[in-house]
């Protein structure tokens, strides 16, 4: 879940963190707090507050265990990996569909959330720039760009990464992130190399073919954080933009946090980006920006090449 630390030496800290002197209140579901000597850390007694955010829905339906790791001295050596476990496959599910649950990764921050593809074995990822609450020119708001992946899709995702915007295009709604250091400051390992899904040139789609979607839809779990959801529909429409082809519409899911997540064909190819829905008062419908559409110098980036 998501929770955040306080720390106060004046006495107990109430919900809405008055008395507290230092605090730690990320999207982190590994939130660390450090404080220093020359920072106000003095001998005597202190109270430490755990606060889980948690919806009036699910607020007392938890039985969460919280571990606390308190040490004195230099900075910790956090026990987080600092490559991606395993992908453990769960029984009756294809290679391919576990390969595919294994690249799709979860994407927080302070202002937003959605969902990501890993597009290269060094950690590159696709998303949507509206995941990254992304200003008109390109800038991604909302503090640390946290990524985390499914090892065991019955369970919440780890977040493992802290990335960073190698390319913002704002008309197209496209981001590329890089995986640029552990959720602790580490640099990142990736050896031998990510699971990750092949970005196409263009996607072969045709109207009445079949889609899968993956994403962490908001709506996916019973608490704050949420399991890896699937979904699936049709090719209901071909949009062409420009003159090329761009968007498709589907009826598909996609609900809020699936965003930037991936799309699939009958053979797990990632052929598009769950972008934005059109609802009316009965039906919705699901519109997702085709690989197409990726600009050639982020696909350089993706292979290796100078952009």
Same mark, same amino acid.
């Given at each position: 879940?998501? !929770?955040?630390?306080?720390?106060?030496?004046?006495?107990?800290?109430?919900?809405?963190?008055?008395?507290?002197?230092?605090?730690?209140?990320?999207?982190?579901?590994?939130?660390?707090?450090?404080?220093?000597?020359?920072?106000?850390?003095?001998?005597?007694?202190?109270?430490?507050?755990? #606060? #889980?955010?948690?919806?009036?829905?699910?607020?007392?339906?938890?039985?969460?265990?919280?571990?606390?790791?308190?040490?004195?001295?230099?900075?910790?050596?956090?026990?987080?990996?600092?490559?991606?476990?395993?992908?453990?496959?769960?029984?009756?599910?294809?290679?391919?569909?576990?390969?595919?649950?294994?690249?799709?990764?979860? &994407?927080?921050?302070?202002?937003?959330?959605?969902?990501?593809?890993?597009?290269?074995?060094?950690?590159?990822? #696709?998303?949507?720039?509206?995941?990254?609450?992304?200003?008109?020119?390109?800038?991604?708001?909302?503090?640390?760009?946290?990524?985390?992946?499914?090892?065991?899709?019955?369970?919440?995702?780890?977040?493992?990464?802290?990335?960073?915007?190698?390319?913002?295009?704002?008309?197209?709604?496209?981001?590329?992130?890089? #995986?640029?250091?552990?959720?602790?400051?580490?640099?990142?390992?990736?050896?031998?190399?990510?699971?990750?899904?092949?970005?196409?040139?263009?996607?072969?789609?045709?109207?009445?073919?079949?889609?899968?979607?993956?994403?962490?839809? !908001?709506?996916?779990?019973?608490?704050?954080?949420?399991?890896?959801?699937?979904?699936?529909?049709?090719?209901?429409?071909? &949009?062409?933009?420009?003159?090329?082809?761009?968007?498709?519409?589907?009826?598909?899911?996609?609900?809020?946090?699936?965003?930037?997540?991936?799309?699939?064909?009958?053979?797990?190819?990632?052929?598009?980006?769950?972008?934005?829905?059109?609802?009316?008062?009965?039906?919705?419908?699901?519109?997702?920006?085709?690989?197409?559409?990726?600009?050639?110098?982020?696909?350089?980036?993706?292979?290796?090449?100078?952009?």
């Amino acid at each position: 879940g998501d !929770y955040d630390l306080r720390l106060a030496d004046s006495g107990p800290i109430d919900t809405a963190g008055t008395g507290a002197g230092f605090s730690a209140e990320t999207a982190r579901d590994l939130e660390s707090l450090d404080v220093t000597r020359s920072e106000g850390l003095h001998p005597g007694r202190w109270w430490l507050q755990v #606060l #889980l955010a948690a919806t009036e829905d699910d607020a007392f339906a938890r039985d969460d265990t919280v571990r606390i790791g308190i040490g004195f001295g230099e900075a910790p050596a956090y026990d987080v990996p600092l490559a991606l476990p395993p992908f453990a496959p769960v029984e009756g599910v294809s290679p391919a569909l576990a390969r595919a649950i294994a690249a799709t990764v979860e &994407i927080d921050t302070d202002l937003s959330s959605g969902t990501g593809t890993v597009v290269s074995p060094d950690g590159l990822i #696709l998303t949507n720039a509206h995941v990254l609450d992304a200003t008109p020119d390109g800038e991604p708001q909302g503090g640390d760009i946290l990524v985390a992946f499914t090892d065991r899709p019955d369970r919440p995702p780890r977040q493992l990464y802290v990335a960073e915007a190698v390319a913002v295009d704002v008309d197209l709604d496209l981001a590329l992130l890089r #995986l640029d250091r552990t959720v602790h400051g580490e640099e990142v390992t990736t050896e031998p190399g990510l699971v990750f899904l092949p970005l196409r040139d263009r996607a072969r789609v045709a109207l009445g073919d079949p889609i899968t979607v993956l994403g962490y839809p !908001y709506v996916g779990g019973t608490s704050y954080r949420v399991n890896v959801t699937l979904t699936r529909g049709v090719v209901s429409g071909l &949009i062409r933009q420009r003159g090329e082809r761009a968007l498709i519409s589907s009826d598909a899911t996609i609900a809020s946090g699936n965003s930037g997540g991936a799309a699939f064909d009958r053979d797990w190819n990632l052929i598009a980006i769950p972008t934005f829905v059109v609802r009316d008062d009965v039906d919705a419908l699901g519109f997702f920006r085709l690989v197409d559409s990726v600009p050639e110098d982020w696909r350089r980036v993706v292979r290796g090449e100078p952009r």
